[in-house]
């Protein structure tokens, strides 16, 4: 009856809301553009701001690129001038420290440096050096585009290292330049377009340019303290795809508004239509609603909060025993509770008005007797404005009868489970704890952590400081075997409830433990014992046969050796004494003319072939000596020069022969030297024959004699066809050549490295090695001034 005298009142309140509606339109119609031309103004402002700043961080990351590479520059710098300090301390060659050191192609010294051809990379390195050291830098560019690093650890002969740009500077992706800049030379990278107009020292700080219709975004940053600076040029277009982006997505801010306030217009016209269906489906859902109320045995209510009565429907009416529904004093209702349940119901109402909701539960005294259940929340009226508590009321008897057998049920559940002495716990669906029994808790120390709704998994981790052991069944994956930290053993099997749940029960199995313990500790006892006799037999004889095979190896293989080389020394020396011998004499005519010239030249070509076969009979079998440590030298003091001027005199008729300009450079005073005549003489060959074979006609060997500390610097340069790095390591060990040079292979054993640094290692000194392919080769021994004595003698007092 309420709700009839509400809707009655609608119609007016219909009329009004239209008047609204249009006045709110005309309204719409003045503000929506101003609305939007402001929006447009802020929109517009910030994305010139979000440009500013976005080219803003753009030109500090390049300049942190371009910081980024000069530290990589300095860097590289500082791990030169450690490969220099290595290589200079003795212990590594120049050349073995540069193939092992990344990024460095060649170690060399300013001097050796120098004595390359103009147009080298070594000669042009040798030109930035002398200036790098007149300006006090460290790190230097050539025109070559190599990257000189300097060390001046001797002030006499400074020592250099180089390495190509391109392997410290990073590939540039597309639109970008990076570029390395001294006085003089300047190497770049990436699109040359982008190559910066102007010079480092204009660029003092980051900035955008524009040059031959390309706008680009520069930075530099200097390397060390040296004139060398790295440039990074990025593209940097009017408009990017951020931009663009930008652009969108203010259109799209300033769309949408524009959209809303038309659909707001639109709904206030649509608003008219809206309430008249919302009066049909009303009526519509009251008579459907009453249908179900019914047919669940439930109803609907109403109470304003300044009233004393209550409004009940028909199905509520009835569920109380009050009849047909209507208006209904509060007091009525009470009546119909039970006295002791009546402050209940009124204190329920009572707190409503603060808390905004009423659920209440109580006995109807009705024949027979109901549980009845109210439920309902604040609301506003939509006719009168005014705020109104509304729900429904149903009949609760059979589920509280069932609450109560199912409380009854759980109560003797419980009773049976605590009075089980193995530890029991229930989970949900979701394997959160419900509930668990007094052994549960004690066993696993959880008495104060335990509590209902803790996940399983935080339940394993809590008792984790009471297990000292845990192993899962082999035949069940759901059962454990766990072991507390009191010595006793438990076996929990979790099952699956039907409801999706989970059950642990856990059952003390320490006695069946411990008897299968024992009895599987006697059975790896029985079969470690089997093992370690079945072992001890055969491994004894398994040792004595393999040391008599391989003594007997060792045995033959001395053997065949000796024998080898006293074969070799008697048939091969003997024939070749008279071949050499009487190819002398036809090569000389001493028993008269041989008649035609021809026959002549192939007695010449007979004695070198036998020369060159008696030398390389010699180098093995001298070879040979070495490691059976049976050569010995006789040092003496000597002038250095004169065992070094007696091999160029041996070898100048070969280089003579190739037009090989063969040049001695040697300090005045130089002290003698304690070492052996013939080994020195023998080592110096041995490096100019090299350098001959690897030379090209009209080529230089330079020899240098120096004194270089209490040692002796022997070195032999030449401009022949150099060595790869990845060569160098290996060409001094016996019967190594680098036959790919080239592609062309030279005659010789591929001893004379070896010989070399034999010879140079039993007078205390040491050999080195340094090459630059395709430019020329530097081979150079150094020796003690006081000989191996002098050696030992440092070594002795050092020990001390």
Known sequence: MARSQARSQLKPAVAAEDASAKAEARRLRVLVPLILALLAVALGLKAWDERQSAEAVRLSQIESEARHIADRITAAANVAVTAISIAEGGSVPRAETASLTPGIDAIVSLRDASQSPDGSRLGAAATVAGEMMEQGALIGLSGQGDLVFLAALDARNPVIALTQASTIIPEPGSGAHISVQAEGHVIGFGDPALQPAASAADLQRPQVTSSGGVRAASACAPVGEGSVCVCVTVDQPLFTRADLLSLAIFALLVAAPTFTLFGLSRRLSLRQREIAIQETRNEESDRILGLVMRGARAGYWEWYQDASALFLSDGAADLVGLGEGGRAPLEELLARVPVESRGYVKEGFSKARSIGWVHLTFIAQTSPLRWIEMRGSISTDPVTGTTVFGGIMMDATERKQAEDRVKTAERRLRNAIEGFNGPFALWDTRKRLLYWNRAFALDFGLQDTLRPGMSHDTVVIARAGAVSMERQSEEDARTTTIALRTGRWLKMVERATPDGGLITVGIEVTENVRNEEELKKQKEKLRRAALDLERSEGHASELSRKYSEEKEKAERAAL???????????????????????????????????????????????????????????????????????????????????????????????????????????????????????????????????????????????????QRGTDIYFGVTDTGIGIPAEDLPRLA??????????????????????????????????????????????????LPIGGPAAVRFDIQRDVA
């Open 733 to 782: 060990q016996p019967f190594e050549q680098v036959a790919k040079t080239k592609d062309r292979n030279h005659e010789g054993t591929g001893l004379g490295l070896s010989l070399t640094k034999s010879f140079a290692e039993m007078h205390g000194g040491r050999m080195l090695l340094s090459s630059i392919y395709g430019e020329g080769t530097t081979v150079a021994f150094v």
């Open 560 to 706: 065949a050796k000796s024998a080898f080389l006293a074969n070799m020394s008697h048939e091969l020396r003997t024939p070749l004494n008279a071949v050499i011998g009487f190819s002398e004499i036809m090569t000389n005519e001493l028993a008269g003319p041989l008649g035609d010239p021809s026959y002549k030249e192939y007695a010449k070509d007979i004695l070198m072939s036998g020369q060159h076969l008696l030398d390389m009979i010699n180098d093995i079998l001298d070879m040979a000596k070495i490691e059976a440590g049976k050569m010995t030298i006789s040092p003496q003091p000597i002038d250095p020069i004169d065992p070094v001027d007696a091999a160029m005199r041996m070898i100048r008729r070969k280089a003579e022969e190739k037009a090989i300009d063969l040049v001695l450079e040697a300090e005045d005073n130089l002290p003698d030297i304690d070492a052996d005549h013939r080994a020195i003489r023998q080592m110096m060959l041995n490096l100019l024959s090299n350098a001959i074979k690897f030379t090209d006609r009209s080529g230089t060997i330079t020899v240098r004699v120096e």
